[in-house]
């Protein structure tokens, strides 16, 4: 990964981040878990899910970093997402075209106190920064993860954090969309 690409992936973490705050300014514990009338999840089970989803690759994407640093796998070459991150990417960007329902790992769970979910959130984004830094210059299209949600799907750890932000940006729109119909 290049270091360009990987300045392009901390701005993208650096926007998710903020807009995850935006997302709960102002809102009680009460409008956070909230349910939209139509069905589906509240702000703090959109959260909760990303956070779900964060702990689920950062793992995997850290591993397979390990991997990477232990053979000295190093490239200067642009990282490119294969054919199935390029898939995943593509259909995990807002608005989303299709719903879908997620694997039972993934759906949100107790939480207690919802406030506390955006800092949550944020610390996982802190995590994912750091990988993103261990990333540069390594040779991350020449190793693939598994993918949480389905372990036969395979792509690139460069795909991984790409996946990652594009999932984020989905449900991001999808809370400020419930704000913007409550």
């Known amino acids: 990964m290049t270091p360009a690409q990987a300045r392009d992936l901390k701005a993208e973490i650096e926007v998710v981040s903020r807009e995850s705050q935006a997302v709960v300014a102002g809102l009680d514990p009460a409008a956070m878990t909230k349910r939209p009338a139509s069905g589906g999840w509240g702000v703090a089970e959109i959260l909760q899910h990303l956070i779900l989803t964060a702990d689920a690759m950062i793992p995997l994407i850290d591993g397979a970093l390990q991997d990477l640093e232990l053979a000295g796998r190093r490239s200067t070459a642009r990282a490119g997402l294969g054919v199935m991150g390029w898939l995943l990417v593509k259909a995990l960007e807002p608005p989303p075209r ?5 694997s039972k790992p993934f759906e949100p769970v107790a939480f207690g106190d919802p406030l506390t979910l955006v800092g949550s959130l944020l610390e996982k984004n802190a995590r994912l ?3 993103i830094d261990r990333a540069e210059g390594l040779a991350t299209t020449t190793v693939k993860v598994a993918s949480p949600f389905n372990a036969s799907v395979k792509y690139t750890v460069y795909a991984a954090f790409r996946i990652t932000l594009a999932h984020a940006r989905r449900h ?6 419930l704000r913007r119909d409550s």
């Open 98 to 102: 299709m719903k879908s329902k997620t």
């Open 129 to 131: 920064l750091a990988l």
């Open 172 to 177: 991001l729109w999808q809370a400020r969309a």
